[in-house]
């Protein structure tokens, strides 16, 4: 063959590669919707996204430059989810799919079996409000039982700094679900987690179904509020918990109202949050296969008042475990439970057990152990 043969062959192949590489770009991206830059509107300091999975809220300056999921959010800003993800003209489900894979970890400096992408969105910008405007959020696949025995979890919506609110300004639902966690809080103080009450009597915010963890997990977060919400862990797979799973609080705890709680191994748990000021008041809290309210341990100054505490299959309504101190559960009405409505365990110490209005509680009303 000449050599001008040669480089017009070369030039034939350079070609079909390049219209295969075109095609198969085109192929992956099909039916796949475009995202955009977030859009930001300075004069009501709004920021407008179009993606929650894998995607990082953080401060000013905190951002990875070339990165497009890590986004800088000011202080005083609100994020909300605006695009319609299903295309329909209404708003949907952004689903996020889990993957487990070889990750390092800094802890042990080795590489381990861990979440390769698949989270939902973190919030770790303080200041921020993110508002789902009527979204959900949705784990395509329970990712700790798909990658067992190894440890690997996600979480739909994560807090992770100060003064940060989670809402629902929409009067369409807005549900995160199918996730390790739903919600997730930790090294947060002064936060919130709010919705409202609908029409017809359910809430706008909603966790649903988790595996392995709560509907809603705090750790280590002071004065959160946690105000009419539902926190559903019903998924009856053997891998819920709770509603709620509350603990290591180093300071003032946090407020729990006006809100619906449930899980399959009980509605709220709290453990070692000894610095007072706990509030769970005015909830629907249904128990399941555990107690409504349990105090695990080192739980110190709280107030349960208020509430509906009822429907444990396998435990109490309210369970109190040594050590724990100074807990009030006052003006509730605690019903229809398979233990007792009130049951103390251990040297527990000033806990306050009237008035209450008790019904159908098959061992009694107030026990102790």
């Given at each position: 063959?000449?050599?001008?043969?040669?480089?017009?062959?070369?030039?034939?192949?350079?070609?079909?590669?390049?219209?295969?590489?075109?095609?198969?770009?085109?192929?992956?991206?099909?039916?796949?919707?475009?995202?955009?830059?977030?859009?930001?509107?300075?004069?009501?300091?709004?920021?407008?996204?179009?993606?929650?999975?894998?995607?990082?809220?953080?401060?000013?300056?905190?951002?990875?430059?070339?990165?497009?999921?890590?986004?800088?959010?000011?202080?005083?800003?609100?994020?909300?989810?605006?695009?319609?993800?299903?295309?329909?003209?209404?708003?949907?489900?952004?689903?996020?799919?889990?993957?487990?894979?070889?990750?390092?970890?800094?802890?042990?400096?080795?590489?381990?079996?861990?979440?390769?992408?698949?989270?939902?969105?973190?919030?770790?910008?303080?200041?921020?409000?993110?508002?789902?405007?009527?979204?959900?959020?949705?784990?395509?696949?329970?990712?700790?039982?798909?990658?067992?025995?190894?440890?690997?979890?996600?979480?739909?919506?994560?807090?992770?700094?100060?003064?940060?609110?989670?809402?629902?300004?929409?009067?369409?639902?807005?549900?995160?679900?199918?996730?390790?966690?739903?919600?997730?809080?930790?090294?947060?103080?002064?936060?919130?987690?709010?919705?409202?009450?609908?029409?017809?009597?359910?809430?706008?915010?909603?966790?649903?179904?988790?595996?392995?963890?709560?509907?809603?997990?705090?750790?280590?977060?002071?004065?959160?509020?946690?105000?009419?919400?539902?926190?559903?862990?019903?998924?009856?797979?053997?891998?819920?918990?709770?509603?709620?799973?509350?603990?290591?609080?180093?300071?003032?705890?946090?407020?729990?109202?006006?809100?619906?709680?449930?899980?399959?191994?009980?509605?709220?748990?709290?453990?070692?949050?000894?610095?007072?000021?706990?509030?769970?008041?005015?909830?629907h809290v249904i128990g399941h296969g555990g107690s409504g309210v349990e105090f695990m341990r080192d739980n110190k100054g709280a107030t349960v008042s208020g509430n509906?505490?009822?429907?444990?299959?396998?435990?109490?309504?309210?369970?109190?475990?040594?050590?724990?101190?100074?807990?009030?559960?006052?003006?509730?009405?605690?019903?229809?439970?398979?233990?007792?409505?009130?049951?103390?365990?251990?040297?527990?110490?000033?806990?306050?057990?009237?008035?209450?209005?008790?019904?159908?509680?098959a061992l009694g009303n107030v026990g102790v152990k």
């Open positions: 063959m000449s050599m001008e043969g040669s480089n017009n062959l070369r030039i034939v192949i350079l070609a079909l590669l390049v219209g295969f590489a075109a095609l198969l770009v085109a192929t992956v991206s099909f039916g796949a919707r475009a995202q955009a830059a977030p859009v930001s509107d300075p004069l009501t300091k709004t920021l407008s996204l179009d993606s929650v999975c894998d995607v990082s809220l953080v401060a000013v300056g905190k951002g990875v430059p070339g990165d497009p999921s890590v986004i800088e959010v000011p202080t005083g800003w609100t994020v909300k989810l605006l695009d319609d993800p299903s295309g329909d003209g209404t708003p949907g489900v952004y689903e996020c799919n889990p993957v487990a894979g070889p990750v390092f970890d800094p802890k042990t400096k080795t590489t381990v079996t861990g979440l390769v992408s698949g989270d939902g969105i973190s919030v770790d910008a303080p200041g921020v409000t993110f508002d789902l405007n009527g979204h959900s959020i949705a784990s395509t696949k329970d990712i700790l039982a798909a990658s067992a025995p190894a440890d690997v979890e996600n979480a739909g919506v994560s807090i992770g700094a100060n003064n940060v609110v989670v809402t629902n300004s929409s009067t369409v639902r807005s549900v995160v679900s199918n996730f390790t966690t739903n919600f997730s809080v930790a090294k947060s103080n002064d936060s919130r987690i709010s919705g409202s009450k609908l029409a017809d009597g359910t809430y706008n915010l909603k966790g649903g179904n988790a595996h392995g963890g709560a509907s809603l997990s705090v750790d280590k977060s002071l004065r959160l509020t946690v105000d009419t919400v539902e926190l559903s862990d019903l998924s009856g797979d053997g891998t819920s918990t709770e509603g709620v799973d509350w603990k290591r609080c180093s300071g003032p705890t946090g407020t729990i109202q006006n809100s619906l709680v449930q899980g399959d191994l009980g509605g709220m748990r709290f453990k070692g949050c000894q610095s007072g000021g706990l509030s769970v008041l005015n909830n509906t505490i009822e429907g444990s299959t396998a435990g109490d309504g309210v369970t109190v475990r040594a050590p724990a101190e100074s807990i009030s559960i006052t003006s509730n009405t605690i019903q229809n439970n398979a233990g007792f409505g009130i049951q103390t365990i251990g040297a527990v110490k000033s806990i306050t057990t009237t008035p209450n209005t008790f019904a159908n509680n």
